[in-house]
């Protein structure tokens, strides 16, 4: 294995990000080397000694569970740092830790409705996914957070297919995976029932799955998107491409609540976080759970390993 690190980013230093940090570091030292961005000030009084930093002066201190607006451009930089070290191949991956939007708005004009969108304006405006990922199953969105009225007017058949074929690249480049399967949710109940609950499926979401079989993508549906997530139906793909947030992000936590990790799919570099927020009622009170974070890192590994960094 490589030794270049995996870096994580700071995150918001009011939530538990520095606590799962330095857990996920405690679990994980002997298998992946990690470097923490961040600074060294918001750790939890008992971190090691040897816990590997790259120090950053943020300029105020950390208050668990009260977000500062003053540590806004500290948090925001500190991605910017991993994504540089990654790039500068200094790093196999950068692993972010959960960050408050409303502080870095109010801190630093922070532009982005969140990490995703930074992550690929530092890439160039690159087009990404979200994945969300676990042992027992993988699922993308290709709507995300919009109300659900207004999911039926965002879908279109160019972000179907940018959607599957961004997917389909990442799952061969980063999960190994030389021919990957493709299930496609349908929209409606039943997906649709020939028309009669809804014709997105007949009017789109057919089309693109049969243009897209035609360049040579094992991809299929539309499926009901209430019989694809059993055990039975999972075993026969790799992926499921949803239609909103929810029809995804249900079976993933209803399957693996602590360890699903979230994944930015088409980023030259490798890009994972916990799948959850700062959980900032909870911070500094020793009760924060890594296990997310730990297969974030794990998963980073993995891809990194993939790619052959």
């Not at 030292?29 to 923490?36: I, T």
């Amino acid at each position: 294995m490589s030794q270049a690190p995996i870096v994580i980013s700071c995150g918001e230093p009011a939530g538990i990000g520095p606590e799962i940090a330095v857990a996920a570091w405690a679990a994980l030292r002997d298998d992946v080397p990690l470097l923490w961005i961040g600074d060294p000030s918001h750790l939890p009084p008992e971190t090691p000694s040897d816990f590997p930093v790259l120090a950053r002066d943020f300029g105020a201190p950390r208050v668990p569970g009260q977000p500062n607006p003053a540590h806004a451009q500290g948090v925001i930089d500190a991605i910017a740092d991993g994504v540089a070290m990654v790039s500068d191949g200094q790093a196999r991956a950068i692993c972010t830790a959960p960050i408050h939007k409303a502080a870095l708005k109010d801190g630093a004009d922070f532009p982005y409705p969140g990490h995703t969108e930074y992550l690929s304006a530092l890439a160039g405006d690159v087009p990404v996914v979200m994945m969300l990922a676990c042992d027992a199953l993988r699922v993308v969105p290709a709507t995300i957070h919009i109300p659900l009225a207004d999911v039926p007017a965002q879908l279109t058949a160019r972000l179907l297919t940018d959607t599957a074929l961004i997917t389909a690249r990442a799952l061969k480049r980063d999960f190994g995976i030389p021919a990957p399967r493709i299930a496609v949710a349908g929209l409606n109940p039943h997906a649709g029932e020939d028309g009669k609950m809804g014709m997105e499926e007949i009017e789109m979401i057919t089309p693109v799955i049969t243009a897209l079989r035609a360049q040579g993508l094992d991809i299929f549906g539309p499926l009901s998107a209430d019989t694809m997530f059993h055990a039975g139906a999972r075993a026969g793909y790799d992926a499921a491409l949803c239609m909103y947030h929810d029809q995804a992000l249900i079976p993933i936590k209803t399957l693996d609540f602590s360890g699903g990790v979230n994944v930015t799919l088409g980023l030259p570099f490798i890009r994972t976080s916990p799948d959850h927020g700062t959980a900032f009622d909870i911070a500094g009170t020793g009760r924060a759970d890594a296990t997310s974070m730990i297969a974030a890192i794990r998963m980073a590994a993995q891809m990194a390993t993939a790619r052959g960094a």
